[in-house]
């Protein structure tokens, strides 16, 4: 039996993920049998995203992790995005994803120098994706400075809004029982600015409970 695990990803919170649950369907009716799907609201900039890092911690050797596009696994720069990579092949798994191919059933049936060759072309493949997926973050982010600089320019430019990326990420790793100096560093955070916010969510828990 085929084992995956489905990674689903967006960047914020406001963004729907549905669009991309028909991966899930994909790979059930391609033969695999799905062990988990693991949903997230993040920056594929991050590494220290809680549910991909669940999904690795549960990974066993054979299964397959899979994705809608590389972008979706990493958009880091290409040295941390490959150590992405070996902690999932570390696993004893390999990714499946859309617009790669996948040579590691014909370089687990090769031997001799067909093997190293096709090892090495898998190799180059995956780090080209891997790059253009980080160029591609990069070309968006340089897109954006130059819209914030035209819009300051013509005095349109309002200030940055909340951060409220950051926000659900200190909520995500609180609530996942870290503590708030482990928070702070997950993040990038200071300690007060995790005690401010996690103080404010428990407030809006506790009113909506009042409420209800």
């Known amino acids: 039996m085929r084992i995956a695990r489905v990674y689903l990803r967006v960047s914020t919170q406001g963004q729907d993920l549905d669009r991309q649950e028909s991966i899930i369907v994909e790979a059930r009716e391609a033969g695999y049998y799905i062990a988990g799907v693991y949903r997230e609201k993040a920056s594929g900039a991050r590494a220290d995203r809680p549910e991909l890092l669940r999904l690795i911690s549960d990974l066993q050797p054979g299964e397959v992790v899979v994705a ?5 696994i990493s958009r880091l720069p290409l040295p941390e995005a490959e150590k992405l990579i070996a902690a999932i092949r570390d696993k004893g798994a390999r990714l499946a994803v859309p617009g790669i191919v996948d040579l590691s059933d014909l370089a687990a049936s090769a031997d001799g120098v067909a093997k190293i060759v096709l090892e090495s072309i898998q190799g180059m493949l995956l780090k080209l994706a891997l790059q253009m997926a980080r160029d591609d ?10 819209g914030i600089e035209l819009a300051k320019a013509s005095g349109k430019y309002a200030g940055r809004q909340a951060d409220l ?17 482990r928070t702070a560093k997950l993040t990038g955070c200071s300690e007060a600015q995790v005690k401010r916010i996690w103080a404010r969510h428990q407030h ?5 409970e009042t409420l209800s």
């Open 165 to 181: 990326v950051t926000h659900e990420r200190i909520i995500a790793f609180r609530s996942g029982g870290n503590s708030i100096s």
């Open 137 to 146: 973050f990069e070309d968006r982010r340089e897109r954006q400075r130059q």
């Open 68 to 72: 809608e596009k590389i972008d979706r």
């Open 204 to 208: 809006d828990i506790a009113k909506q």
